[in-house]
């Protein structure tokens, strides 16, 4: 008799638990008719049928007043951190979800665990759900700042989030391992990525030039960075590059390694409101000796978003000058609208292997302007379309930003211009010309001027193209979102993000004075409301542009553009361009997708290649010896991940592909969640709604 009691009252309390429940349904959940019965077969009213009706057209005949709007379960999460991974003290777990009951991948709303054992490397957590289809969750590491509010470190970024059926509330749950899930599936494995800025800034300070210390007596030395607060509440990592070591690190008791010529890279984090002070010791490399040096950095030294210190370097004991540290620094500070990026997905590491090598337009179908020309206008809509009827798979353009911060696209630096007015004088030769910079004019100023260009040692005059009667999709400078708007979402994209870069000689390639983390921050946010849920990697020269994209999101990936050892581009003064190997280094510390280095870096050893994509690393290669299609196929058989080339239409793979390859409609549902994961969209652009599972009710 007691057992049948208590199972009636299980009953009613699920019933009456999926009742209250149904408000966590997309759903428009009607009113309950008053004569609602528990123990009748009226359960749902004639509306709330019809709803399930338009999820579930396969099985109408099969949806009754006998069935449920969700299944209520309680699951247990268990999770243990991976061998060597150790959590700071300030270091939580939490696992968020796209249900309601975990916070629907809100990083604020996830749910904290509990630590198991004293190591704090065992977790639990039990919670009551009440679903009527799959449940998606990812594992989280957070820390809290001073005003309470939580803060990503580490988070699970596999492409598939792990999940859990509906028909699991009668199995036992398992223990998962932080980091590893679906190792055998395409873009699962042990994947954890660094969290994106939101409450917090990162300063980096480098040590990337081929000397940065002038202090006599040692070539070799242990740099050790120490904050100069009561309060610690800022974290300092370093990276030593070195093949497949490269990745920052909490910094050790004794120290880096430095020496001339090597790449130490120092990282900071510390919340928006905090500016510390900071010394960095130098001693020998024997750890017995004391210290040789101390340089001291102020808040104050740090200003705007980039910046070279010259620091005295002060003896420990005598405090007496003893040398000079030139150290350059940057400063990322988080985007705007952080908060309203979420834990759906992240792109920065998806790429899988097992995609053919893709065809890539080089500024649609190539450069324009120079020697090589080509039928379209370089950096125009209309170039970009072309490398769509070529049967092209993605198409690489050139954007930078005008004084008043619109995006557009155009690949050089600046042009030759002249006066517009009537009563100038014609231009004849190059002579009665100005060479102005697209950050120096605003948005009307660059639509307004004259356009001239140095073609085959030739003067030729471009601004029909520009202020005169030319189509949208052949003028000159067109806006980024423009671009985003005309090209199709199956057309692949990498946006080149132009910066000068200082060479090694010295010289700076041009001016720059806008501010770094603007200018960043203007093209991702053009990027999320225009151009998201379609394949588009951001890449550089500028390898710290490459970080700052890289901290700010986690919707769009990013890659080294770099020259590497050619013999027609003069090298940089950055250590981190100098050669392929130092790229996959640098690809490796800051988690980018990967590089695209010139064809030139393997013209003697092919195979090289190797080293990135053992790295599981993108490799595309660029440059004009591309054109030559027994070289492109002798690198498709090397799989490397693309080729970057001009004249797609004329050597490229209209005449034996069908179709460009992310024209697939799984694809384009794949990276329809950039949108999702950006904050732009609340679903998936092209995804199928999903089904309900149908319940009958218990008996």
Not at 24 to 43: D, E, Y
Not at 108 to 128: G, M, T, V
Request: with cysteine; hydrophobic share 45%.
């Amino acid at each position: 008799m007691y057992r049948v009691l208590k199972s009636i009252s299980i009953l009613c309390k699920l019933a009456l638990f999926c009742t209250a429940a149904a408000t966590f349904h997309t759903f428009p959940a009607a009113a309950p008719p008053a004569n609602l019965l528990m123990n009748g077969s009226s359960v749902f009213s004639a509306a709330q049928l019809q709803a399930f009706q338009v999820f579930d057209d396969e099985q109408a005949s099969q949806i009754t007043a006998r069935s449920y709007l969700c299944v209520p379960f309680f699951r247990v999460f268990n999770v243990q951190l991976p061998a060597g991974y150790q959590l700071a003290p300030d270091e939580a777990v939490a696992v968020s979800g796209d249900h309601q009951a975990l916070g629907a991948w809100s990083i604020a709303k996830a749910l904290p665990l509990r630590a198991q054992n004293k190591q704090r490397s065992q977790w639990y957590l039990r919670q009551w759900i009440c679903a009527s289809r799959r449940v998606y969750y990812r594992y989280l590491v957070y820390a809290l700042s001073a005003d309470g509010e939580r803060v990503l470190r580490r988070w699970e970024a596999q492409q598939v989030p792990r999940m859990l059926q509906t028909y699991e509330i009668y199995r036992a749950p398992g223990t998962d391992t932080f980091g590893e899930a679906y190792p055998r599936a395409v873009g699962g494995g042990q994947r954890l990525e660094r969290g994106w800025l939101q409450r917090e800034y990162a300063i980096e300070l480098k040590f990337i030039w081929p000397q940065h210390l002038q202090l006599s007596g040692e070539s070799r030395w242990r740099l050790k960075l120490k904050l100069l607060s009561l309060i610690d509440n800022t974290r300092i990592e370093v990276a030593r590059y070195a093949y497949n070591r490269s990745a920052f690190r909490p910094q050790s008791r004794q120290g880096v390694r430095y020496s001339d010529g090597a790449v130490v890279v120092f990282r900071l984090s510390q919340p928006l409101d905090v500016a510390n002070a900071f010394r960095l010791t130098i001693h020998a490399l024997e750890r017995a000796q004391p210290a040789l040096g101390e340089v001291y950095i102020l808040p104050d030294q740090l200003r705007g978003s980039r910046g070279i210190l010259q620091l005295a370097v002060q003896h420990a004991a005598s405090q007496q000058v003893i040398g000079q540290l030139t150290l350059p620094y940057l400063v990322v500070r988080p985007l705007a609208r952080a908060d309203a990026i979420n834990l759906c997905t992240s792109f920065q590491r998806y790429w899988p292997n097992n995609w053919p090598t893709l065809d890539v337009g080089n500024r649609g179908l190539g450069t324009s302007y120079h020697q090589s020309s080509t039928a379209l206008v370089e950096n125009t809509i209309a170039s970009l379309l072309a490398v769509v009827r070529a049967k092209g798979d993605m198409v690489q353009l050139d954007v930078q930003l005008t004084r008043d911060y619109v995006p557009v696209v155009w690949r050089g630096f600046g042009f030759y211009t002249a006066s517009s007015e009537d009563a100038a004088p014609p231009v004849v030769d190059r002579f009665g010309l100005r060479y102005v910079l697209i950050r120096q004019l605003s948005y009307a100023e660059l639509k307004a001027s004259r356009v001239f260009m140095l073609k085959r040692w030739s003067l030729q005059e471009y601004t029909h193209l520009n202020v005169r009667n030319a189509s949208q999709l052949q003028r000159l400078f067109p806006r980024l979102s423009e671009v985003y708007e005309a090209l199709p979402r199956s057309l692949g994209l990498i946006v080149e993000i132009k910066w000068p870069q200082l060479m090694a000689t010295g010289v700076l390639e041009s001016t720059q004075t806008l501010n770094k983390n603007v200018y960043v921050d203007r093209i991702v946010e053009t990027t999320a409301a225009y151009g998201c849920g379609r394949p588009l990697i951001f890449a550089s020269f500028d390898a710290d542009i490459c970080s700052m994209v890289r901290l700010k999101q986690t919707a769009f990936p990013v890659m080294l553009l770099t020259t590497g050892r050619t013999q027609i581009w003069d090298a940089y003064m950055d250590l981190r361009t100098h050669s392929f190997l130092q790229a996959i280094n640098f690809a490796e510390s800051a988690e980018l997708l990967g590089t695209a280095p010139h064809v030139q870096n393997f013209q003697h050893d092919q195979q090289l290649v190797d080293l990135g994509l053992d790295m599981l690393q993108v490799v595309f290669l660029w440059g004009g010896d591309l054109r030559n299609v027994q070289l492109l196929e002798q690198f498709r058989a090397y799989d490397v991940t693309g080729l970057i080339y001009d004249h797609i239409e004329r050597v490229g793979p209209a005449e034996w592909k069908r179709a460009p390859f992310f024209e697939a409609p799984q694809l384009l549902e794949v990276f329809g969640r950039q949108c999702v994961a950006i904050g732009n969209s609340t679903t998936v652009l092209g995804a199928k709604p999903t089904k309900p599972t149908i319940w009958p009710k218990m008996r």
